[in-house]
């Protein structure tokens, strides 16, 4: 399905007459979050129609069983999933006793739109009932920032051609079952069931994990905008609780209802003291008011902006896609609470399980980094810290040894929870991305008491395992390192892929490094270290010999560095030359034809080349990309970005240009044909990385930042800002000439096109 029906805006995301066939795609690009909750965009009202209903909170999770037939050992015992919380937002509306219900109604001037400058979601449309009435409704929904456990919808009916009788039944329905369980098990227990004038409480709790969740709501009506006071009766279910409030409505009024929504839970409160802080809260939220909550929550997201955002001249759709990722990517994470990370689907969907993979050390890390304070970013680096105990528990239970660690591919509390053999035990590259970030961090932060605070024992136990997991090869008297996947998932048990044996020696050559300078300049962090890890000499000088005689396959005849053993023996077909019928081959091939196809799924080897672009000269870069790109699928949704990054490298700015609206659209133009599950959070950190590590050239080597902007021919011009310490600086690029600008006191060097300027405070400086 091409999302065609998406009206191209520079800051909204606008979707003009109903079609229910679009709902449960809709109710995932308009999905609404704060960074410690969120949710899809379901209808308030009732909807008989087909819909995925999904409300999150960050944190909580259940460990759903493995489903395999046939166990191995050193398994995870369960998948971690997200779970869709109690629903709060649903507000029944009969008319004369019918139901409004927009699968069973005429629908006429449907508007949804996101209002991303706002962070408010809109929606209005008119109805006619089965009896002849027509009513008018508008909704306004947000997850608040200035209460970010407070959620607030104003829901309006006007009667358009009848006079007769309204009933608003706003509810709670904890009994909402998550669309990923592999048993069909409902993961909650209903502890309590609680009314209040005008409000209602659930109390539940996580089955196995005992995370205690309050979820609460409170509602205000409003004849024509004046105060309207309702009698109400209630209705109490196994797991729900409802109020109905009737009364008469004249042709031509309107009558509103404010709800506020909340979720206070365990893992902020004590449990027995959830109802009470619930209430709390709601009553904040009331005194505050709707209007003013709605104000603020605009201010919020104006401050956000004034740093993220990038703007984008000449290509209306191209500004709504690089807008979009921004906005879902700040929905998604705050950086307020180390206990958190963020789930490839966000708040948008159960797919993956919700839980954090690689991927924010990959791509996330550097957009957090630049568009906010490094304690953002280095927040997701402590989530890995506090989480090491359980990454070397991971590596034990797959016989490694002294304190080596592995850290998951997919987690929630720092357990390996992925499913599947080949991913769990072989894609061990996510190992090196640990490491990578911490020195993205710090050498774009300047922020070198991380390592001996904290990242050095993450350091030393990743090199461990990186150690023993490489083996001696007498044929080829180097060390390889056989049976693995790597970032390539179109290709299991494979030996010596290059990406994988690249970041292993390069992980520990980055550990000896830092153990001499912590050594010789933080002597007290040295010596705890060293008696906690109980590191050796002889233990450095045997990772050194692994790293020195790291082996890579390398093929002569193409001067390239192969993806890994073998892969020249494959029947090289090129995908130009693959059938359309055929495509996408995740959907169409069978596993087994796709394992011994050249096809790649995202960028492997070029994911080494982007990563170590400092390592390798450009005409080696180019000679990589135009070997490995023909092969490329890009059925991953990380795919795109990294090849848009190199494209511009290289100066092939049409592909570059191809590429980023790939990424930037995958879910507004639903590439993949999967939006209705869920939007790929995760890769729109590499919508923002096309921009200013593509587009924009921005490099960071050696504490230099740099920067080598270009611009595709279908724009008029581009901007973004970063922080960079302590400065902001904004770079603009159009047609004919680039400017930076300091809007900061702090002087800024930089190189542009390899010409060194020093930028003062306030000022601009064209090039």
């Not at 309590?192 to 979820?215: M, N, P, R, W």
């Not at 279910?237 to 009737?246: D, V």
């Not at 280095?378 to 070397?392: E, F, G, S, T, V």
């Amino acid at each position: 399905m091409n999302l065609d029906y998406i009206l191209p805006n520079k800051w909204s995301i606008i979707e003009e007459g109903f079609d229910k066939k679009n709902v449960t795609a809709s109710e995932s690009i308009f999905s609404i979050g704060n960074g410690v909750m969120g949710q899809r965009a379901n209808f308030e009202e009732t909807y008989t129609g087909d819909t995925f209903q999904g409300s999150y909170i960050g944190g909580i999770y259940y460990p759903d069983k493995t489903r395999v037939g046939w166990w191995k050992n050193g398994y995870p015992e369960y998948f971690a999933k997200v779970l869709n919380a109690p629903n709060w937002i649903g507000i029944n509306i009969a008319i004369n006793n019918i139901q409004l219900d927009l699968n069973q109604c005429k629908v006429s001037e449907f508007k949804r739109e996101l209002n991303m400058k706002e962070g408010v979601l809109y929606r209005s449309f008119q109805a006619e009932l089965s009896n002849g009435n027509q009513v008018k409704v508008s909704s306004t929904r947000f997850i608040s920032r200035e209460l970010n456990e407070i959620g607030a919808i104003k829901y309006s009916v006007t009667a358009l051609n009848f006079s007769g009788e309204i009933e608003f039944n706003p509810y709670l329905d904890a009994g909402i079952l998550n669309e990923d369980s592999n048993y069909d098990e409902f993961f909650w227990e209903i502890l309590q069931l609680k009314e209040g004038k005008q409000e209602a409480f659930i109390l539940s709790k996580t089955l196995k994990t005992d995370f205690y969740v309050s979820t609460g709501m409170k509602v205000e009506f409003a004849l024509n905008g004046m105060p309207l006071s309702l009698v109400s009766e209630i209705e109490k279910q196994e797991k729900s609780i409802s109020y109905s409030y009737k009364t008469n409505i004249n042709k031509g009024e309107t009558i509103s209802m404010v709800k506020y929504g909340c979720y206070i839970q365990s893992m902020n409160y004590p449990k027995e003291e959830l109802f009470e802080f619930s209430e709390k809260i709601l009553q904040k939220a009331s005194l505050i008011g709707f209007n003013v909550l709605l104000e603020k929550q605009k201010e919020a997201w104006a401050k956000i902006w004034e740093t993220a955002d990038i703007v984008i001249e000449g290509d209306v759709k191209a500004q709504q896609a690089i807008r979009f990722n921004i906005f879902q990517l700040n929905q998604t994470y705050s950086g307020e609470d180390s206990r958190l990370n963020i789930g490839p689907k966000g708040f948008t969907g159960e797919k993956y399980g919700g839980s954090t993979y690689w991927d924010t050390e990959a791509y996330c890390i550097p957009f957090y980094m630049s568009t906010k304070d490094k304690g953002v970013a280095k927040n997701l680096l402590l989530y890995r810290y506090n989480q090491l105990d359980k990454a070397i528990e991971n590596a034990t239970k797959l016989g490694f040894s002294n304190g080596a660690a592995l850290f998951p591919m997919v987690t929630m509390n720092g357990e390996e929870c992925h499913n599947e053999w080949e991913i769990t035990f072989e894609e061990i590259h996510r190992n090196g991305a640990m490491i990578y970030a911490i020195y993205n961090y710090v050498n774009y932060t300047d922020d070198y008491s991380y390592i001996p605070e904290f990242g050095m024992e993450v350091i030393i136990a990743v090199a461990r395992f990186w150690h023993q997991r490489a083996n001696f090869s007498s044929a080829k008297n180097q060390y390889v390192i056989l049976g693995v996947t790597g970032p390539n998932e179109y290709e299991n048990n494979v030996n010596n892929n290059f990406y994988t044996n690249y970041l292993a020696k390069w992980c520990i050559n980055y550990a000896l490094e830092n153990i001499d300078i912590v050594a010789d300049k933080y002597h007290k962090d040295y010596e705890r270290i060293i008696t906690k890890t109980n590191l050796s000499k002889k233990e450095l000088q045997q990772w050194e010999q692994v790293a020195e005689n790291m082996y890579f396959p390398y093929s002569k005849a193409h001067d390239v560095y192969l993806q890994q053993d073998g892969f020249l023996d494959k029947h090289l077909v090129l995908v130009k030359d693959l059938p359309k019928s055929e495509r996408p081959i995740n959907q169409k091939w069978s596993w087994d034809r796709i394992l011994r196809s050249p096809y790649i799924k995202q960028a492997d080897v070029l994911q080494g080349i982007y990563f170590f672009e400092n390592h390798f000269d450009e005409e080696t870069i180019k000679k990589h990309f135009d070997f490995y790109e023909p092969f490329t699928v890009h059925e991953s949704s990380l795919s795109p970005c990294v090849h848009s990054i190199l494209a511009a490298k290289i100066h092939k700015m049409d592909k570059a240009y191809e590429m980023y609206l790939r990424t930037s659209r995958l879910d507004l133009d639903d590439y993949n044909h999967e939006v209705h599950e869920g939007l790929h959070i995760t890769s729109m950190a590499g919508t923002w990385l096309s921009n200013v590590q593509g587009f924009g050239g921005m490099r960071n080597y050696d504490g230099k930042l740099s920067f080598a902007p270009q611009i595709p021919k279908q724009w008029k011009s581009y901007s973004f800002k970063i922080n960079f310490r302590g400065a902001t600086l904004k770079v603009y690029k159009d047609q004919l000439e680039c400017k930076f600008t300091n809007e900061s006191s702090t002087p800024v060097e930089i190189l542009v096109h390899g010409k060194k300027i020093t930028i003062t405070s306030n000022e601009l400086v064209t090039v």
